[in-house]
């Protein structure tokens, strides 16, 4: 059975919006992130995009903020008598597959009128729909070991041109359908995911070289240093040579 101990739906926080807690939280937090995000998962900074639902497992490492511009939500902090059968700190993106916008409403309206009978109802229903979409073909289909593959080259060799066309192009498929596998498969989009490979390249070039910040910007992919360090500092809160004064 669930129970919800507290949520909200579009909550509304601006642009320097920030949670850190590294401890997490005594119960389980799921998110429905309704604008572009910037999650701290395993250690690193990822930028996820609008619609992307998360869950936190409890005293866990929780950090996340803002973009750089308003940052919306819907959160549930909850209880259930066993663990959700659904990977902690992944970001998913179920599009219209799973209404998961449509449930977060009706679960806050049971939970207002205190109705913990039909609150554990929906979220059952929820979580059951996301448990039978992520353990099924959609997430690993017959593309599965080629985009894995891509995937890894891309992390590889970021600089390399990376656009949905060139990659859709690799796998024979259209550009509309790569995007949506790629999403299904990884969680992330390939556009974000490209830039998450791009930025980490930067951090470690900037971290162990002594590479202008213009050269590192151009080892990984940018053609301008203006839109390096507009992207850098957009992901990881911090100016390329600021970083770099880090050491």
Same mark, same amino acid.
């Given at each position: 059975?669930?129970?919800?101990?507290?949520?909200?739906?579009?909550?509304?926080?601006?642009?320097?919006?920030?949670?850190?807690?590294?401890?997490?939280?005594?119960?389980?937090?799921?998110?429905?992130?309704?604008?572009?995000?910037?999650?701290?998962? @395993?250690?690193?900074?990822?930028?996820?995009?609008?619609?992307? /639902?998360?869950?936190?497992?409890?005293?866990?490492?929780?950090?996340?903020? !803002?973009?750089?511009? &308003?940052?919306?939500?819907?959160?549930?902090? /909850?209880?259930?008598? &066993?663990?959700?059968?659904?990977? /902690?700190?992944?970001?998913?993106?179920?599009?219209?597959?799973?209404?998961?916008?449509?449930?977060?409403?009706?679960?806050?309206?049971?939970?207002?009128?205190?109705?913990?009978? #039909?609150?554990?109802?929906?979220?059952?229903?929820? /979580?059951?729909?996301?448990?039978?979409?992520?353990?099924?073909?959609?997430?690993?289909?017959?593309?599965?070991?080629?985009? %894995?593959?891509?995937?890894?080259?891309?992390?590889? @060799?970021?600089?390399?041109?990376?656009?949905?066309? @060139?990659? #859709?192009?690799?796998?024979?498929?259209?550009?509309?359908?790569?995007? &949506?596998?790629?999403?299904?498969?990884?969680?992330?989009?390939? =556009? #974000?995911?490209?830039?998450?490979?791009?930025?980490?390249?930067?951090?470690?070039?900037?971290? &162990?070289?002594?590479?202008?910040?213009?050269?590192?910007?151009? =080892?990984?992919?940018?053609?301008? %240093?203006?839109?390096?360090?507009?992207?850098? !500092?957009?992901?990881?809160?911090?100016?390329?040579?600021?970083?770099?004064? =880090?050491?």
């Amino acid at each position: 059975m669930y129970k919800i101990v507290h949520m909200g739906c579009d909550s509304a926080h601006s642009k320097d919006f920030f949670i850190n807690r590294p401890n997490g939280f005594r119960h389980y937090l799921a998110l429905f992130v309704k604008t572009p995000a910037i999650f701290t998962l @395993n250690g690193k900074d990822r930028l996820t995009e609008p619609d992307m /639902f998360i869950v936190f497992d409890k005293n866990s490492s929780v950090q996340y903020r !803002s973009s750089g511009g &308003e940052y919306i939500d819907d959160w549930i902090h /909850f209880d259930c008598d &066993e663990e959700p059968e659904i990977e /902690f700190s992944h970001p998913y993106y179920f599009n219209s597959q799973i209404p998961v916008s449509d449930y977060i409403r009706l679960i806050c309206d049971a939970y207002y009128r205190a109705s913990t009978k #039909a609150c554990s109802a929906l979220m059952n229903a929820m /979580f059951s729909d996301i448990i039978s979409l992520t353990g099924s073909s959609v997430i690993k289909g017959s593309h599965y070991r080629e985009l %894995a593959e891509m995937r890894r080259e891309i992390y590889t @060799n970021p600089h390399q041109d990376w656009s949905v066309t @060139n990659m #859709a192009k690799r796998l024979h498929v259209s550009a509309a359908y790569l995007q &949506e596998i790629y999403k299904n498969t990884f969680g992330i989009s390939c =556009r #974000a995911d490209v830039i998450n490979s791009r930025i980490e390249a930067a951090k470690s070039l900037l971290d &162990e070289t002594s590479l202008s910040v213009q050269e590192v910007g151009f =080892r990984c992919g940018y053609n301008s %240093a203006v839109h390096f360090s507009r992207q850098f !500092s957009l992901v990881t809160g911090c100016q390329p040579s600021k970083w770099k004064q =880090r050491r």
